[in-house]
């Protein structure tokens, strides 16, 4: 959960740079929009591959990298360090940065929201949340 905070923290201040660049008209809300949700479907799917679950020795939910969460994770970075280039081909000038932006802060959200799914039926599982109403 601590890991989670520090990744929502960092989010927020992505969002609010992105905030900035649409308000200073740097860059079209539209494709802040569409860098968002494709950022979000690829961290959705890239964040079902972590490998959370409970340690019994110290009573914690924990995350290991397994085979498939390191391919996972090497296609991510491979994906977050060419990003510029794969865009580029469409977008130019200062909306490139704020639209790579865009994209991560997707794959971000994704990311936190499946993985926050997890941890949470985790402590379902060991009864140390209540059990989710129907």
């Known amino acids: ?7 929502a923290i960092v989010l ?13 008209s740097i ?11 494709g950022g979000f479907a690829i961290g959705s799917f890239t964040g079902r591959y972590a490998n959370v679950h409970w340690h019994e020795e110290t009573g914690k939910v924990i995350a290991k990298l397994n085979k498939a ?38 794959l971000m959200t994704g990311r936190l929201i499946t993985i926050r799914k997890q941890i949470r ?5 060991k009864g140390l949340l209540p059990p989710k109403v129907k």
């Not at 959960?1 to 990744?7: G, K, S, T, V």
């Not at 860059?27 to 949700?37: A, K």
């Open 12 to 24: 927020i201040v992505l969002l609010g740079i992105i905030t900035y660049d649409i308000f200073a």
């Open 27 to 37: 860059i079209n809300p539209l494709l802040v929009v569409c860098g968002i949700v």
């Open 121 to 125: 039926e985790i402590l379902r599982d």
């Open 1 to 7: 959960m601590f890991r989670l905070r520090r990744f």
């Open 69 to 106: 969460g390191i391919i996972v994770l090497v296609l991510s970075l491979s994906f977050s360090f060419s990003r510029r280039w794969i865009f580029g081909h469409w977008i130019h000038g200062a909306a490139l940065p704020a639209f790579s932006s865009s994209v991560a802060a997707g």
